[in-house]
């Protein structure tokens, strides 16, 4: 499968962004979906996930309340809408495919992964 992220850009604190996730190459309405980001010299950190129905969501305490993920199964995408940006969610966001229908946090579940897409947040 081929993940390719787009909605990255530059905000100011107290924005908004819709990152969005377009698959192809195969269906991932039987997988887990991610999102991950990766600092400014930080290892690559769990945002949040959802499972293959979209009936579970898992959310890093840092981002609970502000970003909200969905997917949509028969267009084949996975997005991030984020609220309330801080200049602490400056990142490359990277979407992420998981090995079954539910998954955890951890990155060595995920075997499929976007070229990611930068966001920057100023005060």
């Known amino acids: 499968v081929k993940l390719v992220e787009s909605g990255g850009g530059s905000v100011q604190a107290g924005d908004s962004l819709k990152l969005s996730c377009a698959a192809s190459?195969?269906?991932?309405?039987?997988?887990?979906m991610a999102w991950f980001r990766q600092r400014p010299e930080k290892e690559r950190e769990f945002v949040a996930n959802i499972a293959c129905s979209g009936g579970v969501k898992i959310y890093a305490d840092s981002v609970e309340g502000r970003f909200t993920i969905s997917r949509d199964n028969a267009r084949n995408t996975v997005s991030l809408q984020m609220d309330s940006l801080k200049p602490e969610d400056t990142a490359v966001y990277y979407c992420?495919?998981?090995?079954?229908?539910?998954?955890?946090?951890?990155?060595?579940?995920?075997?499929?992964w976007g070229q990611g897409t930068q966001v920057t947040v100023s005060q």
């Open positions: 190459g195969r269906t991932i309405d039987s997988n887990a």
């Open positions: 992420a495919m998981a090995r079954l229908a539910l998954a955890t946090k951890t990155p060595d579940q995920y075997d499929d």
